[in-house]
């Protein structure tokens, strides 16, 4: 299995300032079967992110699942 060091994907590590905006196209793009994703970061990062996400009034899932759709739209 691949590793990605998303660190490298992004230019400035502010670049993912602002919350992702709920879009009714990614609702409606979302299939009826799921799949979970999981994968290891650090702790420190992990806990970051999700302190990021409750002072953006947002979620984890939410920012990681709108992240996936602008890397798929956007290849």
């Avoid at 290891?40 to 990681?64: G, I, M, Q, Y």
């Amino acid at each position: 299995m691949a590793r990605v060091n998303l660190r490298e994907m992004f230019d400035a590590p502010d670049e993912a300032q602002q919350p992702a905006v709920p879009d009714e196209r990614v609702e409606a793009q979302t299939p009826a079967i799921t799949a979970r994703v999981n994968f290891e970061v650090p702790r420190d990062v992990r806990n970051a992110f999700k302190a990021w996400c409750s002072n953006n009034d947002t979620s984890v899932k939410d920012e990681l699942t709108a992240y996936i759709y602008r890397c798929i739209n956007n290849s």
